[in-house]
């Protein structure tokens, strides 16, 4: 057992829906090991009437409930002690990349706030600001499974959890770029052989061909990220997301 590293807080009306997936495989043992700790704390336990009721009808009108501003404050100031910065998973947030989940992954842990129904009342945002969060573009029915999904993604990051493949340059993204195909064994599958160059010993031979797979793989399917790729490659700065631990 090691003294975990990386906390992952996350503020739910389903704690039991965590570690969920996260308590299977290499996150799992990684979690029975002691490198990551996970802490889903129920947002109810801070309602304040006997009912224990967390949302009501938007102000305005409207389908759908809003989760109230004084449960979800009073939720996230009795986490106030636990590391790291406070993530609200949302579709109006910044898209999930790489390089953010980097960034979390090399701090103390993150702070989740899941929202449910229509989301959480705006005010909630204003006086606890942190930083918000998407999936992508498209509708959860709630923010657990983003949760879940952004722990998974940092905590492959964490050392002594995966290895040496989650911190290669070739993974897709890390380069800017998506990756190369793979093959193994058997030799030949339904008629195809693996790529001769793969099998040649040639380790130079082998770099440039993932290469240009991985760039004719991002050209065809990602034209963002290949202007993004081609105009770094052009020698022009970058720009970083930064995030406050
Ligand atoms: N009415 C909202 C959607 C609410 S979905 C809208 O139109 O934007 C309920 C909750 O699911 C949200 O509060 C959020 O916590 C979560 N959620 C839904 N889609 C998400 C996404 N793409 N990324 C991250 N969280 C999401």
Known sequence: MTTPSWTATVLTLYPEMFPGPLGASLAGRALDEGRWALDARNIRDHALDKHRTVDDTPAGGGP??????DVVSAAI?????QPGPLVYMTPRGVPLTQSLVREIASGPGAKFVCGRFEGVDERVFATRPGLEVSLGDFVLSG???AALTMIDACVRLLPGVMGAEASGDDESFENGLLEYPHYTRPQQFDGMDIPAVLTSGHHENVRDWRRQQAERITKE???DLWAAYTHKQAGA???RPSVDH
């Open 143 to 145: 923010g657990e499974a």
């Open 64 to 69: 759908g409930m809003v989760m109230r501003a």
């Open 237 to 239: 700065p970058t720009a």
């Open 77 to 81: 100031d009795a986490c106030a002690d």
């Open 221 to 223: 399917r990602r034209p």
